[in-house]
């Protein structure tokens, strides 16, 4: 996994509606990047069906999330459309970006279920990925350690 500290690494992907999505046009913002297996995955839907439930969660924090796989963009149109998903789903259809932010099992050819925080400065706050593809942060953990992040992260500047 990438380190805490380090700057994102920028990067240009495509969305589900075939749109580029770069990274670095956000600076300013904080950024929540979630990296998952598989569009349509029992696990991936659950997780994000939970983060679409409980959506406010991240509007009140001004956080801007993104799900990311190596799934095309009209895979991820679907998934998006059929679960009504109000966050972007990028493309990364050759690894590259699961590669750089070390989100990737190697063996099985998928992004790994990953987490990192990016400051508005575009340096990592948070990077944790999970061993197993079948764990998954729940919203209440996963807001818990947003909340810590930013908060360090307001107290040093």
């Known amino acids: ?3 805490v500290g380090f700057s994102a690494p920028d990067f240009v992907l495509k969305d589900s509606e075939n749109k580029d999505f770069v990274l670095s046009a956000l600076r300013g913002k904080f950024v929540l990047l979630l990296f998952y297996p598989y569009d349509h995955g029992f696990f991936c839907t659950r997780q994000f069906c939970e983060y679409r439930d409980d959506w406010q969660e991240f509007k009140e924090r001004n956080i801007v999330v ?7 963009p009209e895979s991820h149109k679907d998934f998006k459309d059929k679960y009504l998903l109000p966050f972007p789903l990028l493309s990364d259809s050759d690894s590259a970006v699961s590669k750089k932010y070390g989100a990737y099992y190697p063996l099985a050819g998928i992004s790994m279920r990953a987490y990192v925080l990016i ?3 575009g340096k990592i706050l948070y990077a944790k990925s999970e061993l197993f593809p079948v764990l998954k942060k729940s919203l ?11 908060l360090a992260f307001k107290n040093a500047a």
């Not at 209440?140 to 930013?150: E, P, R, S, T």
């Open 1 to 3: 996994m990438i380190s």
């Open 140 to 150: 209440k953990d996963l807001i818990a350690i947003v909340d810590k992040c930013m």
């Open 66 to 72: 993104m799900g990311i796989n190596s799934g095309s």
């Open 119 to 121: 400051s508005p400065e």
